[in-house]
């Protein structure tokens, strides 16, 4: 009887999380059209590289670049980089939703390729998938690519705790706001080009530095909260004697 009442939670909040899923991905496209997504268009239509890619039309999936021949690159490769930040988060590049509800078939391609290339901004940025880490990243696409749902996307941080707000607002909004201002166009990126070049030599040439590793920051802090939390325990524990 237990089995089958956790069976039955755990498959409601797996067809909650499609079904908000599904959502955001139907607003990320109604929002952009028919403005946004033109735009973004445009601007890869000026570069050499964005014109290639929407001739092209590549896709990123496990399929069309293999996660093992990814580890077999350089340290310090994008290729590399990539493929260690994908399994450190535990994410796939097969879970991207396709477009629906947009009907210009390049515009369409432009926002699939928008989100097949989320996790490489990840990868470059270091920033980890948990709420303050996508919230920082949804902040810098915003400023990058000016899409509304990226915008739309900072409502999150009603979720964060008050100290992850308070990083937000003062360290991780202002590196989002100057770096995807000042970057080139990351959407006109051939990601499957750049694998094998040192992803530090791609930051520079983007224009784009990475912000404090927030994982790091908040090992760092949950450490002095148990260091602290073991001297009050310790000087109580004296008092009592």
């Given amino acids: 009887m237990k089995v089958t009442s956790l069976s039955t939670s755990w498959n409601g ?28 268009r445009d601007a890869m239509l000026s ?33 590399r980089v990539y493929v260690g930040w994908l399994d450190r988060e535990g994410v796939s590049p097969d879970t991207r939703d396709s477009v629906k509800y947009i009907d210009d078939e390049e515009c369409a391609y432009v926002m699939q390729r928008y989100r097949e290339s989320h996790d490489f901004y990840h990868a470059l940025t270091g920033l980890p998938v948990f709420v303050e880490g996508e919230v920082a990243l949804k902040a810098f696409e915003f400023a990058n690519t000016l899409l509304p749902m990226t915008g739309l996307s900072l409502f999150a941080i009603t979720r964060m705790k008050p100290a992850e707000r308070t990083r937000f607002w003062t360290t991780y909004l202002p590196w989002a706001v100057s770096n995807g201002l000042r970057s080139k166009e990351i959407m006109s990126v ?43 325990d310790m000087m109580g524990g004296l008092r009592a004697d």
């Fill in 47 to 79: 570069n050499p590289g964005g014109r290639r890619i929407l001739r092209d039309r590549p896709r990123i999936t496990s399929q069309a670049m293999s996660v093992t021949e990814l580890r077999a690159l350089p340290e310090n490769s994008v290729g």
């Fill in 13 to 40: 909040v797996r067809l909650q999380q499609v079904q908000q899923s599904y959502l955001i991905a139907a607003l990320g496209e109604t929002t952009a059209t028919p403005y946004f997504i033109y735009r973004l």
């Fill in 190 to 232: 051939y990601w499957e080009e750049e694998l094998k070049r040192d992803v530090d030599d791609l930051r520079n040439e983007l224009g784009i530095e990475r912000p404090p590793d927030l994982r790091a920051t908040r090992k760092r802090l949950r450490e002095q909260k148990k260091t602290a939390k073991e001297k009050r």
